[in-house]
Every structure is written in C-alpha cells, then in structure tokens.
C-alpha cells in the first residue's frame, strides 16, 4: 500500500462504542496511522486515549477545531465518530479546512441537516465518506456481484432484519442496563433508526442497487425507557418492482444483535447471517441447495486481501471493518491525486441523504397509520430506479 495515509479523530475516546473499533480497523492493515486526535470534551479522558494509544501529546487536542487548524497538511483525513447530533458542524469544518471526511454513520439526524453538509460539498468540492462496516464482510460481497451478475434472476423480495436486546436486558441485580445518555433522546427520526436502521437502509441499496418508493411502517416502545422508540417494522415497495421486509430494534431478548438478510429473486435465493459470516446459503429454481465459504473458487470472497488467514479461521466484525478501511485509503489516495473515486466500495451523501429520507419516512408512516412516499415526504428530490451491474 506504500506510505501510511495519517489519520486525525475527533471523538472516539475510551469512553466511547466505535473509536477502539476504528482504531484497530484502520491500522489492522497498514494503510493508516492515528496520529492525532481530539478523542473527547473530558479532558481526563482525551489525555488517556491518546497515551493508550500512542499519539504525540502535542498532537492530543482539547478542542476539535484547534485540531483542525494545526494538523493543515499534516493528516490525510479526518474521522468524525461523535453522537450523531453533533456530526454536521464537525464535518463541515473538516471540509472547509481541506480534510478529506470520514463520517461515522448516521450522517447526521435529518435529511435537512445533510442537506447542508451536501451543499458545503458540493461547494468545496470535497472527499466525504460515511462507514457502513458491514458491507466488508466478504460473503455479502459475494453476494453483490451474484446479484449483479444475474444469478438470482430479478429480485423480487428482500427480507431484513437486525433486532438487539439492550433495551430490556437488566443486570445480575435485576435493574435495567442503561445505556449512553444520548441514545435516550430521539429527534425528527428515532435514535435507534439511525444507529440501526441507516444499515439496512444501506444494506439492501448495497446488494440489490434499487432505491425506496414508499413505506408502510410502525415504530414502538417496548423496552424499559419511555418515550424512545426501539422497535421498527416495515414494509417498502422499491424500484424494479422489489418489495423489502425490514425490522430493527433493542427490545427482542436472545438478539445480541441478529442482523440477517434474505434476497428472492426469479431463479434463486440467498441468505446471510452477521452470526456465522463466512457463510452464504444460497439456492436455486431446481430445488438445489448449497453453503459456500471463502475457499468456494472461483470468487471474490477467495481474493487474497479477504484472506487474511485461510478459510476454516472465521474472519468477523473487526476483518470487515478493516477491509472498509482498506477502500477508503484507496479511495482518498486517488481523490487526492485526482480529484474523483470511483471505489464502489466507498458510500458518499448519496446514500447518506437517501437512508434519512426513507427513515423519516417511515417516522411519517407511523404517525399517520398510512403509506407514505420518499417524494412526498421531499418533494424537491425525484427518485429514479439504479439498474447496473455490479462487479468487483
């Protein structure tokens, strides 16, 4: 890969869910380095995650923007990995400033609040990534390019699902477990749409490149705290005459976090499950049936950069987010000597924007008890089916 691409945090701190995580991914195969960060509004715990994780301490910032203003030149990209609610400020900065971006998902809170991130991109002409980590399991990529290459026929279903149990768990003491302050508020869309629903949103545009028309949806309190909503049914017509099946949420006891898809199409079916990785069951019109794994020949999952230790060892949550990391050095490597990407690996606001738009949709559905249409719900955005093949 050449030289280390240089990485500055803002957010991600111990105390954090995803800054080990991104931490370990990005440097797990030498395409980055963390050389700086602002990990944390704690000063105590700012200083702690830069010396656990070796960063000059000159280059631990008190203040994100401080970071931004003295790392010009000096960082190849910026990661934001703060709650959701604050992300917009933070990535508008880094752009204004030259950063090439690397947003943690959800983008932001709003189709309106990324749609003042996507004019100051567009305006800055800037690079902007949003992490969808799943999608670097190597058997759902797989599975992409055998529904791109045609081998399921037509896709007509797609039923998924990622339902937790955080929200009704209790501890040996038999209290609830709380969890982080910030994801018991929710806003114009539910904190758990955009902490769990942004993925299958992602997911399902990922696999079968269709976009949402219109949803049926119903959100509910179930768990031990009021006034969150923690588990979303749905149902959405898509283009090319697909209709998905979704449900996510934190109140199903016995799910540490049970994300599985199933694709029906004419001639075929597959299934994935997040539980068991390096499979993929798939079967076909003749009632054949069968499992293929990284050693299956010939396939994308058999590549070497998706075998870091033979088939037979599983690879899982930690391997596919540093296959993501991977594409991104890929991808801001050519922006910067090119001014473009092309890595179709690599999610910009497109889908960002998209993924917000069908969740306040269903946000709307709910409400109302009633169908509800991306386009109705911004009138000033035309949906248009994507019909491509997907390759490697």
Same mark, same amino acid.
């Given at each position: ?11 991600? %701190?111990?105390? #954090? ?7 370990? +991914?990005?440097? &797990? ?7 700086? %960060?602002?990990? #944390? ?12 994780? =070796? ?77 969808? =980590?799943?999608?670097?399991?190597? &058997? ?11 081998? @399921? ?23 609830? &477990? ?18 769990? /629903?942004?993925?299958?949103?992602? &997911? ?9 028309? #219109? ?15 923690? =588990? ?52 076909? +019109? ?14 994308? +999952? $058999? ?43 690599? @999610? ?6 998209? /993924? ?7 946000? $709307? ?14 009138? =000033? ?12």
């Amino acid at each position: 890969m050449g030289k280390r691409l240089r990485l500055g945090f803002i957010g991600g %701190g111990l105390n #954090s869910a995803v800054g080990n995580t991104h931490r370990i +991914a990005a440097q &797990m195969d030498g395409c980055w380095e963390l050389a700086a %960060g602002a990990f #944390s509004r704690h000063a105590e715990v700012n200083q702690a995650t830069g010396k656990a994780w =070796n960063v000059e301490p000159k280059r631990i910032y008190d203040d994100w923007r401080c970071m931004l203003d003295a790392e010009r030149g000096r960082l190849e990209a910026v990661v934001v990995l703060t709650p959701t609610g604050s992300h917009a400020p933070m990535v508008i900065e880094a752009l204004r400033a030259g950063y090439p971006v690397i947003c943690e998902k959800a983008l932001a809170g709003s189709s309106e609040e990324a749609a003042v991130i996507e004019r100051e991109l567009r305006k800055t002409g800037g690079f902007l990534a949003v992490t969808y =980590n799943y999608t670097g399991y190597p &058997m759902l990529r797989q599975l992409r390019q055998m529904v791109g290459d045609g081998r @399921f026929g037509e896709i007509r279903q797609v039923q998924i699902e990622m339902p937790q149990e955080g929200f009704v768990r209790v501890d040996d003491q038999g209290r609830p &477990m709380i969890p982080q302050k910030w994801r018991l508020a929710d806003g114009a869309v539910p904190t758990v749409s955009l902490d769990l /629903g942004v993925h299958l949103h992602q &997911m399902v545009r990922f696999l079968t490149g269709q976009r949402p028309l #219109s949803v049926l949806a119903v959100e509910d309190t179930f768990g031990h705290f009021e006034n969150v909503v923690d =588990n979303v049914m749905c149902i959405a017509r898509y283009s090319g005459e697909m209709t998905c099946q979704v449900w996510y949420g934190k109140s199903a006891l016995g799910h540490r976090n049970g994300l599985k898809v199933r694709i029906y199409g004419q001639r075929g079916s597959a299934q994935w499950l997040q539980m068991k990785p390096e499979e993929l069951h798939v079967a076909d +019109a003749s009632g054949n049936a069968s499992v293929l794994d990284r050693a299956s020949l010939p396939m994308l +999952a $058999a590549e070497d950069r998706y075998n870091r230790f033979k088939a037979g060892h599983p690879a899982g949550f930690i391997e596919a987010f540093a296959n993501h990391y991977v594409d991104l050095a890929d991808a801001v490597g050519e922006f910067t000597r090119t001014g473009r990407t092309a890595n179709p690996w690599v @999610f910009s606001i497109d889908h960002a924007m998209e /993924g917000l738009r069908m969740l306040e949709a269903m946000t $709307a559905s709910a409400r109302d008890e009633a169908w509800v249409r991306l386009d109705d719900v911004s009138p =000033n955005r035309k949906l248009t089916p994507v019909i491509t093949r997907l390759s490697a």
